[in-house]
């Protein structure tokens, strides 16, 4: 008798091979062409970090209001606004990345409820528009 020389169903080793170079390629070469859209230094952050928390204080500024019946020229001040700052029942006051001294008093003028918040490190680049 003649034994069976076909071949049994399934890949060979050097198929396997060949398919997992080739994955292993395409994600390298993905991920060195993927790498600049999430490596890239933003220097407008420390911006867009402050204008954030003027919008922080902005909100604060009109639930204190809202909740304590306020007008329009009465002017809070931090640690009224400060249960409104956040999860937690007592807040946490933001600070401007770049002030020195890392502070919410030397970071921010809350001002009267209808005038926006207002940096006092850098007022003229950290603008809510």
Known sequence: MRGNNRKAGGFTVWEILTAVVLIVLVGVVGGL????????????????????????????KGQWATEFHKQITDTPTA???????????????????????????????????????????LPTNHILP
């Open 33 to 60: 062409l993927l790498r600049p859209t999430y490596v890239v230094n933003h220097p407008a952050s420390p911006s867009n970090t402050c204008i954030n928390n003027l919008r922080i204080i902005g909100g604060a």
């Open 79 to 121: 640690s009224d606004i400060q249960p409104y700052m956040g999860r937690t029942s007592t807040g946490e006051l933001p600070c401007c990345p770049n002030d020195g001294e890392q502070k919410f008093d030397t970071s921010y003028s809350i001002n009267n409820v209808s005038t926006k918040p207002v940096c006092r490190i």
